[in-house]
């Protein structure tokens, strides 16, 4: 039914709202069972009726897992998506003592709307911006930047913490903050089916051997998937505390000490687990000759984390980046070291896996045209935004 006016709008995201969320889990079942069907397809020669009918014991194993991962995942997203935004942006909470001019713009307009005054939060950046979130009247928060504050007048910051109330009223925000989730929990399962299955083609079915095999890289993998997300946030706060200055910068640094810590904690949880569970990854890492040739890899693992708290510490501003970027490719070079000859374990090669040779060698004809373009525009990129990003400059 089409919305008409205020009121109809404000009833038309509310009912949004409820349908994205029973949606959810619908296409969570979705990617499930999608996932299940290419395991199969992969993993048997057999058709399409079979194949399906394997697919659906699959996901009947498989949809209470799917089914508790995205309501934890609903929780956790509605009672601390603010504790996420904040940590992110660096907001603090502030009260009439703080700013007696911001607040009371902000409670006269509540006033003059009826509604509960929200939260009023703001961030150290010299950006001109401001935003809502929250789920409902006890969450609900309004952030605005110190560079806003500094820059506009009664009149206009008025007129902005009235956009955002606006929003606030009219359930654009909670109908946000659903489309978040429901994209965090689509992204999540689609990225977990991928790696369990196709990389691993993991499977609910087997033997208690099988079963017992099946789970071990079922947690392995889980482990894996932390430690990439894990990776990601650690490049990214080094970046940007090489790439800015001021509070970003401090904010990124205070972050950066855990997350470094925290994968070197993933890190020695898989290289641990990984030898209990396959015994040929064992063999592989812990006898000689091998031993000594791999050795140098957990060092240089332990000494790139020791360097970058060290760098922190000190706050110099390239070196955890770097480090950082070393600390991940010791990282992958050491799975690498686990996994070779196999692309697909615990089975299939790099040599089976790939393709016949006219293919190859048409896609090295490609290659060679493509790659040094990808290059090129890529340390021209670099190139181009080299430096500190500071307010008020322009691109080199």
Same mark, same amino acid.
């Given at each position: 039914?089409?919305?008409?006016?205020? &009121?109809?709008?404000? +009833? @038309?995201? /509310?009912?949004? @709202?409820?349908?994205?969320?029973?949606?959810?889990?619908?296409?969570?079942?979705?990617?499930?069972?999608?996932?299940?069907?290419?395991?199969?397809?992969?993993?048997?020669?057999? #058709?399409?009726?079979?194949?399906?009918?394997?697919?659906?014991? #699959?996901?009947?194993?498989?949809?209470?897992?799917?089914?508790?991962?995205?309501? $934890?995942?609903?929780?956790?997203?509605?009672?601390?998506?603010?504790?996420?935004? #904040?940590?992110?942006?660096?907001? /603090?909470?502030? +009260?009439?003592?703080?700013?007696? =001019?911001?607040?009371?713009?902000?409670?006269?307009?509540?006033?003059?709307?009826?509604?509960?005054?929200? =939260?009023?939060?703001?961030?150290?950046?010299?950006?001109?911006?401001?935003?809502?979130?929250? %789920?409902? $009247?006890? +969450?609900?928060?309004? *952030?605005?930047?110190?560079?806003?504050?500094?820059?506009?007048?009664?009149?206009?910051?008025? @007129?902005?913490?009235?956009?955002?109330? *606006?929003?606030?009223?009219?359930?654009?925000? /909670? %109908? %946000?903050?659903?489309?978040?989730?429901?994209?965090?929990?689509? !992204?999540?399962?689609?990225?977990?089916?991928?790696?369990?299955?196709?990389?691993?083609?993991?499977?609910?079915?087997?033997?208690?051997?099988?079963? =017992?095999?099946?789970?071990?890289?079922?947690?392995?993998?889980?482990?894996?998937?932390?430690?990439?997300?894990?990776?990601?946030?650690?490049?990214? !706060?080094?970046?940007?505390? %090489?790439?800015?200055?001021?509070?970003?910068? =401090?904010?990124?640094?205070?972050?950066?000490?855990?997350?470094?810590?925290?994968?070197?904690?993933?890190?020695?949880?898989?290289?641990?687990?990984?030898?209990?569970?396959? /015994? #040929?990854?064992?063999?592989?890492?812990?006898?000689?000759?091998?031993?000594?040739?791999?050795?140098?890899?957990?060092?240089?693992?332990?000494?790139?984390?020791?360097?970058?708290?060290?760098?922190?510490?000190?706050?110099?501003? @390239?070196?955890?980046?770097?480090?950082?970027?070393?600390?991940?490719?010791?990282? &992958?070079?050491?799975?690498?070291?686990?996994?070779?000859?196999?692309?697909?374990?615990?089975?299939?090669?790099?040599?089976?896996?790939?393709?016949?040779? +006219?293919?190859?060698?048409?896609?090295?004809?490609?290659?060679?045209?493509?790659?040094?373009?990808?290059?090129? &525009? *890529?340390?021209? !990129?670099?190139?181009?935004?080299?430096?500190?990003?500071?307010?008020?400059?322009? &691109?080199?």
């Amino acid at each position: 039914m089409a919305a008409y006016g205020l &009121y109809s709008h404000i +009833q @038309s995201n /509310r009912r949004r @709202s409820i349908a994205l969320l029973i949606g959810l889990f619908f296409l969570v079942y979705v990617l499930v069972y999608a996932g299940a069907l290419l395991a199969a397809a992969l993993s048997l020669d057999a #058709d399409l009726d079979t194949l399906m009918r394997i697919a659906w014991v #699959d996901f009947l194993n498989a949809a209470p897992f799917a089914t508790l991962g995205a309501a $934890a995942w609903i929780v956790v997203a509605y009672f601390f998506h603010q504790n996420m935004i #904040d940590a992110v942006t660096g907001g /603090r909470e502030i +009260q009439r003592s703080d700013d007696p =001019r911001l607040y009371t713009i902000l409670e006269n307009l509540c006033i003059s709307r009826g509604i509960p005054t929200p =939260r009023l939060k703001v961030i150290e950046s010299d950006a001109l911006n401001a935003f809502a979130t929250g %789920m409902n $009247a006890k +969450q609900y928060s309004i *952030t605005v930047t110190t560079g806003l504050l500094d820059r506009l007048d009664d009149a206009e910051i008025e @007129s902005v913490l009235g956009h955002e109330l *606006t929003h606030i009223r009219n359930g654009d925000v /909670r %109908m %946000m903050v659903v489309a978040v989730i429901i994209v965090g929990v689509i !992204s999540f399962f689609a990225e977990l089916i991928f790696r369990l299955w196709f990389y691993n083609g993991l499977s609910f079915r087997g033997s208690r051997s099988d079963e =017992r095999r099946g789970r071990g890289a079922g947690i392995a993998i889980l482990v894996a998937i932390g430690l990439l997300v894990v990776a990601y946030a650690l490049l990214g !706060s080094t970046w940007l505390i %090489m790439k800015t200055e001021g509070a970003l910068q =401090r904010r990124m640094i205070e972050l950066a000490r855990p997350i470094a810590l925290a994968l070197l904690g993933v890190i020695a949880v898989v290289s641990i687990w990984t030898p209990f569970v396959h /015994r #040929d990854v064992a063999a592989r890492w812990f006898t000689l000759p091998n031993l000594i040739f791999f050795a140098p890899v957990p060092i240089l693992v332990l000494a790139a984390t020791l360097g970058i708290l060290h760098f922190l510490k000190r706050e110099t501003h @390239s070196a955890p980046f770097l480090l950082a970027l070393a600390l991940v490719f010791l990282g &992958y070079s050491g799975l690498g070291i686990s996994l070779w000859p196999h692309i697909i374990p615990p089975d299939i090669t790099i040599r089976a896996a790939a393709g016949p040779p +006219q293919s190859l060698g048409f896609t090295l004809v490609g290659a060679l045209f493509i790659v040094p373009i990808i290059l090129t &525009y *890529t340390a021209w !990129s670099y190139y181009v935004f080299r430096g500190k990003v500071r307010v008020g400059e322009g &691109y080199h």
